[in-house]
């Protein structure tokens, strides 16, 4: 079956809810199919981040794709925190919570469920192979499963990015699908330092280390302990500055001075970085219309301008440089791309992190009628360029776009495209 739908349709993605024994699994993952971890992965996820001493805290067995008990070839093994089956961790924090379900100030609860589902994500969606993330998980969404019965509708709450908070899991989880998407995190084996500790483990802070082979290193260390403050060795393998990184935007970004490899780090109660020796960029930035990219060496990295980048660089052997462009790329006759390098270059639209609620507008489709309009949005959300490609029934209609933020100024100049097109 699936040998012939790769067949038809090259490129598209198998996942098997198998849950069967690890040699079968293996079977299949081996294969190509990306297998279901089932719920065991959530509930060790849970026990990580719920704050108890007594409570297994061990996430690199159900979570890792080569462990000796699974020893898959391919990290095909899609270990999630949250999915349609399982209880949302935002409300099992709430409820049970240490130091969560008691507390009576409502924003301050928050906080402090927001800081734990934050130590789950910086971990999980660092491991290697797929990652999912169930709806609304990146705000924090702690709807009780049974509400309106275990597969009744769920009330949609997009006014979760408003609270300050939410939009610091919001940002971390940006954080971490860019590393992913544009660094090659995964090219050596990565450290998972001490993340198979179980119970009894709290006062230890947990550390894992991802290493791109050519420099760059992303350590995440989080302290398990809601109570208490505890140090820990995130064990730098560079000496130099470093940059932190959580969602909070008072600490993204922040750099710090590592002396010594063995240096110590202070980690607050519920405290979770993501630490690296390189600056990332500023996510909720637009990009820059046009780049020149003229180094030699060009540093390894993703090099994105909305609409051109030119280049008379050297990408150096052993060296991985990606150009993406929304409309064209120039390489000068000094550019070179030396043997052994790896150099790509993409024609497509300059992807940024957004703020998703700057628009109150959402995307919408419908079928237009003698009475009605149909509108389509793209992108929805949005910074400072939108499409609006509409269909009216008769001549007669008319249409007024206003570019209205929500909460940011608006763009100086902001502009805002429309197709139209007439029914037969």
Known sequence: MVDGMWARNPGSVVIFEHLANNDEDKVLADHGILMWSGVGHHNDIKGFILGFNQDNTNIYESGIYNTTARNFTFANWMSYAESHDEQRLGYELMQFGNGISTETDTLVKIEKTIDRLKIGAAFNLLFPGPRMIWQFQELGYDVDINFNGRTGEKPVRWWYYDNPARQELYRLMSRIFYLRNNYSLYATTPDYGNIGLGSGNITTPRRMELNDGQGRSVIVIANLNPNASHSVVPGYNTTGTWYRYNGDTTVDGTSFQVNSTNQNYTLSPSEVLVLTNFELPDLTTPCPDSIAVNDNPIPAGTYKAANVISSTGVVATSTEVTFEAGNT???????????????????????????????????????????????????????????????????????????????SPAPTNPTIQHQQQYME
């Open 329 to 407: 790329i120039v390489l000068f006759p000094n550019f070179q791309a030396t043997a052994g390098s790896t150099f790509t270059a993409r024609i497509q639209p300059c992807e940024i992190v957004g703020t998703a609620s700057d628009l109150e507008e959402r995307t919408f489709f419908s079928t237009p009628t003698d009475n009605t309009l149909a509108l389509q949005i793209v992108p929805n959300p949005a910074i400072s360029q939108v499409t609006v490609k509409y269909q009216i029934a008769t001549e007669e209609k008319r249409i007024t776009l206003v570019s209205r933020p929500k909460r």
